[in-house]
């Protein structure tokens, strides 16, 4: 594996049943292709070609040194007993080799003839990571890309992919929540020094009325504050998260889509088993904060999401006053200026 450059999008699908182990990877089709995008009337001056020739293809690119080499981080495990233990997370690394086309293919105005297959033929090399957690195969896609993610899909095969479950609407809230009433920890265990950006809509899933806001502490932005009071959506939050040791900054949306600064974050060394990946780093923090972060974070929130939700309303109401005394503070509005 080489060095790749750092904060990347990444998202998550988990594969169907058919895939009990990393082994089961081996079973995918290696290539697959795609007519050109070439009107029936111009093909027709292109008889002489083949199939081919008239084609992009999608395939796998292994490791040329270890194809099938498995990799592993251990996690933090606790047991009913209340025991803490360390589990393995395994992942094997693929790229995935996309040929797209330029517009420009023609080589005369009568589109009779093609240029050189190199001249409007190119390959997108895009990194995957399928990863073995939880008695199930998931694949971590590095690219936003919703084209490439598409193509990606359809290599593996559409039939053998699934949705992994979004977060809930008001996940985010509660994380705020915590950063904001609980001295900035989640737990004893989980701190959350910083969180740095959001993003939020009116609805969940309309991304025409979008709110983005940056800052080193998002508790002094107002916005936020009030979306939150509204009770409106939070889409992403951009957090520092610290964890026994290990310290990771990256964002997180609903779709469990997520972007890690990796020269920032730190994994303690005896979570990773493997010493190439104490040089490449980007692949362990992806794999750790899906198996293990996240699931984590989504657990605890469920747990206090009955709590959280009978406190939301006062919770709401204390940050409408907030808004409204720092905007009195800072116009020099008098309670007394609402009766006039």
Known sequence: MGRRRSNRNVCLYKLSENFESLKSINTLVEQDKVDLRISEKDKQNLTEMSEDQLSLFRSWRKDPVDPDRIYSIKIPDTSDDGNENRKTVTFMHRTVNVERQHNQ????????????????????????????????????????DETRIDQ??????????????????????????????????????????????FSGTIQRDDLQDMIIGRSPNVTDLSVLKMH????????????????????????VDVHNQIVVDTRKSKMVSDGITDNVLVELKEYPLIVYIYSYIIPLLNDLYESEEPDFTEQLNSYSKDLAKEIILDLMGATGIDAQDFDK
């Open 105 to 144: 293919m023609w080589s005369n105005r009568d589109h009779t003839q093609l240029l050189p297959r190199e001249s409007f033929v190119f390959v997108d090399f895009t990194d995957v990571l399928f990863i073995n957690m939880d008695e199930a195969v998931y694949v971590a896609i590095f690219t936003s």
């Open 152 to 197: 990606i899909l359809q290599l593996i095969g559409n039939d053998n992919v699934e949705d992994t479950d979004y977060l809930e609407d008001n996940f985010f809230a509660w994380m705020f929540w915590k950063y904001d009433r609980n001295n900035r920890q989640i737990n004893s265990d989980i701190g959350l020094p910083a969180m740095n950006a």
């Open 228 to 251: 939150i009071s509204r009770q409106f959506p939070l889409r992403s939050v951009g957090m520092e998260l610290t964890e026994r040791g290990n310290k990771v900054y990256f964002k």
